[in-house]
């Protein structure tokens, strides 16, 4: 290959998009959709991609592939497959903890062998939260082991997580640009990636187990692990929140008579007012504009002196005995939840108090654990991060169907909103078919799978509204978008220039396997900082010019990129980390502390594998 390739016009707007794209997602200061959108259109005004497959990206086998998992995904979740999974690693642990932690990150890593990593961590996590508060293993000895498990499990199939369900359209792309005699880049079989998935998610079981566990039970004795259950004791202990609910009914000589019930709450040791009773209607989760009147009947929370003090100072009869509210708060109706906030929310910016909660939701924040702070004064006021947990209180059913958006992800187990269990055997059926029919070398993998969609929907595992709710769009249009990209880093020329004057950087005779290093380490460093996504589409073109330009194997360094991509434990880029930061409470430092060499292992196993396999 000619090193000496000179530095065009075109390669010059690709590799400028490159950096604007990678400076966009490092200050955060638009959202990575809005920014590949943005770069898609650049793409297409300056004629570096023809318009007529601008936005082929939206139909590509990967794009369809994602959607076709995130709604198979939710159709055994649906049918209580979790729950299940959930009552059977306890029975198979008989109350020994490295067994509970070795068998729930392995099923873990195994299920997210065909689901979208996100989607498995949010499946996990409350039966995390069921394990936890049964068997008193703290979450951040649970959490991280389960993220880690199935970042690595992730790699035991083609359709495992998104830079892997990118490749194969990638490397069909890269052969319209292969150099004159060179062999036309194959796409790569359903389980080609199984041995090194099964590599790395031993070596993930087997860090915990002789390494990471020692420092998470560190973190657990110096108090900084929490035990989650529905109880009382636990929100009294990690938020200061009472569980005891009283009855206080208003005189007509109090204050609060005409007041809302957000000013209510805005009165100096004021309790939780979580539910309102006026005339004959009774509520949980009262609009923050409703209106207190003469005979109203308020659903405090909080300790018994300070919930009596107030009632005193403000004239209003306290009643132990739940008369009013009893059914409201049976605690299979309704009760303390605790939820956090994904990378891909809408509440992401925004005030508290500009949510409306309670009047749109029927969710009572009652408060916000940050980074280890909880928030619980003026709370209206907070604007909200990634990772925030919110503590919630709210009828299940609202709960769930606020969870359904997926807006916020429900770390606490509950009763879930409309549940199928006597449809499991069936969607196991149709997962099962799907999963043969996308071994098959004649069935392109996203037809098999939207076969599976389409069997759970004509067997009612999911309703067509359900199936639509489950599509994480923010994450279909940043890939669709960014295709292109990576087209035009092949098509203009820039990756092979790159390539070549890469190499010459490089001292002569430099071996295939330290190539492959120095590629597994670019993209991890790239995934931090423009998404796993916008890693493989930017890189693997590069890794495949550099293959060629050292006569290694494109498909080798290719699949190293698409591996790589995911190779992130210690940042909240990795949208599974940022999902159990505020849940597990993890610090940044404990995150790289742990996180890190795992990372180096990563790289280290890839490479070694690759090399077994394509050598």
């Given amino acids: 290959?000619?090193?000496?390739?000179?530095?065009?016009?075109?390669?010059?707007?690709?590799?400028?998009?490159?950096?604007?794209?990678?400076?966009?997602?490092?200050?955060?200061?638009?959202?990575?959709?809005?920014?590949?959108?943005?770069?898609?259109?650049?793409?297409?005004?300056?004629?570096?991609v023809e318009p007529e497959l601008l936005f082929n990206g939206f139909s590509g086998n990967a794009v369809i592939s994602i959607v076709a998992t995130m709604i198979l995904g939710a159709g055994l979740d649906r049918t209580g497959a979790l729950n299940r999974l959930a009552a059977w690693l306890l029975r198979r642990a008989n109350g020994i903890e490295q067994r509970l932690l070795l068998f729930t990150t392995a099923v873990a890593g195994l299920n997210s062998s065909f689901m979208q990593n996100p989607s498995v961590m949010a499946l996990y996590m409350p039966v995390a939260s069921r394990l936890s508060s049964r068997t008193g293993v703290s979450l951040p000895r649970l959490l991280l082991p389960i993220a880690a498990a199935i970042v690595m499990g992730g790699a035991l199939t083609m359709v495992g997580n998104s830079p892997l369900m990118l490749l194969n359209d990638?490397?069909?792309?890269?052969?319209?640009?292969?150099?004159?005699?060179?062999?036309?880049?194959?796409?790569?079989?359903?389980?080609a990636p199984l041995p090194i998935g099964v590599a790395l998610l031993a070596t993930s079981l087997a860090y915990f187990h002789f390494f990471g566990d020692k420092r998470l039970r560190e973190k657990e004795e110096t108090g900084g692990g929490a035990t989650p259950a529905r109880t009382q004791s636990y929100f009294a202990k990690t938020y200061g929140i009472e569980g005891d609910?009283?009855?206080?009914?208003?005189?007509?000589?109090?204050?609060?008579?005409?007041?809302?019930?957000?000013?209510?709450?805005?009165?100096?040791?004021?309790?939780?007012?979580?539910?309102?009773?006026?005339?004959?209607?009774?509520?949980?989760?009262?609009?923050?504009?409703?209106?207190?009147?003469?005979?109203?009947?308020?659903?405090?929370?909080?300790?018994?002196?300070?919930?009596?003090?107030?009632?005193?100072?403000?004239?209003?009869?306290?009643s132990a005995r739940l008369r009013n509210f009893a059914d409201l708060f049976n605690p299979s109706r309704a009760g303390i939840s605790e939820a956090v906030l994904p990378p891909t929310s809408k509440f992401l910016g925004m005030k508290a108090g500009d949510l409306g909660l309670r009047k749109n939701l029927g969710l009572s924040l009652l408060a916000v654990n940050r980074d280890k702070q909880v928030l619980r004064e003026d709370l209206r006021s907070v604007t909200l991060r990634s990772g925030d947990m919110l503590v919630l209180h709210s009828i299940w059913t609202d709960l769930a169907e606020a969870a359904e958006s997926k807006d916020l992800v429900v770390v606490t187990d509950y009763p879930k909103g409309e549940q199928r269990p006597h449809k499991l055997k069936i969607a196991l059926a149709i997962f099962t078919v799907s999963m043969l029919l996308a071994?098959?070398?004649?069935?392109?993998?996203?037809?098999?799978?939207?076969?599976?969609?389409?069997?759970?929907?004509?067997?009612?595992v999911l309703h067509i509204d359900e199936a639509y709710a489950a599509i994480n769009w923010r994450t279909v249009f940043l890939m669709a978008c960014l295709i292109p990209?990576?087209?035009?880093?092949?098509?203009?020329?820039?990756?092979?220039?790159?390539?070549?004057?890469?190499?010459?950087?490089?001292?002569?005779?430099?071996?295939?396997?330290?190539?492959?290093?120095?590629?597994?380490?670019?993209?991890?460093?790239?995934?931090?900082?423009?998404?796993?996504?916008?890693?493989?589409?930017?890189?693997?073109?590069?890794?495949?010019n550099l293959a060629l330009a050292s006569e290694g194997s494109p498909t080798a360094f290719a699949l190293i990129?698409?591996?790589?991509?995911?190779?992130?434990?210690?940042?909240?880029?990795?949208?599974?980390?940022?999902?159990?930061?505020?849940?597990?409470?993890?610090?940044?430092?404990?995150?790289?502390?742990?996180?890190?060499?795992?990372?180096?292992?990563?790289?280290?196993?890839?490479?070694?594998?690759?090399?077994l396999l394509f050598r």
Avoid: C
């Fill in 170 to 191: 990638l490397l069909v792309a890269a052969n319209a640009n292969l150099p004159s005699g060179a062999a036309t880049i194959e796409p790569l079989k359903m389980f």
């Fill in 439 to 460: 071994l098959s070398s004649r069935l392109p993998v996203s037809i098999a799978l939207m076969t599976g969609v389409a069997g759970m929907l004509i067997a009612g």
């Fill in 561 to 611: 990129v698409a591996l790589s991509a995911s190779n992130n434990f210690m940042t909240a880029s990795n949208p599974v980390i940022s999902m159990i930061m505020g849940p597990a409470g993890y610090t940044g430092k404990e995150l790289w502390r742990i996180g890190a060499p795992l990372s180096l292992l990563y790289t280290g196993v890839i490479v070694l594998m690759v090399e």
């Fill in 245 to 318: 609910v009283y009855e206080l009914t208003v005189s007509a000589d109090s204050p609060l008579v005409g007041m809302s019930v957000g000013e209510a709450e805005a009165i100096r040791g004021a309790p939780l007012l979580l539910a309102l009773k006026t005339g004959d209607e009774s509520r949980l989760a009262p609009p923050a504009d409703a209106r207190i009147w003469v005979g109203s009947v308020l659903g405090a929370m909080g300790d018994k002196q300070g919930i009596s003090d107030f009632a005193q100072n403000h004239f209003l009869r306290l």
């Fill in 1 to 48: 290959m000619d090193t000496a390739l000179p530095l065009t016009t075109d390669m010059k707007l690709v590799l400028g998009l490159v950096g604007f794209t990678m400076v966009m997602f490092l200050f955060e200061r638009i959202r990575a959709d809005v920014v590949a959108l943005v770069v898609l259109v650049l793409l297409g005004l300056s004629g570096l």
């Fill in 485 to 544: 990209l990576g087209w035009a880093m092949d098509s203009s020329g820039a990756a092979a220039w790159v390539a070549g004057h890469s190499l010459e950087q490089l001292p002569r005779g430099t071996p295939i396997w330290a190539l492959e290093l120095l590629v597994g380490v670019l993209t991890t460093a790239f995934s931090l900082v423009i998404s796993h996504v916008g890693a493989t589409i930017v890189v693997v073109p590069l890794a495949i």
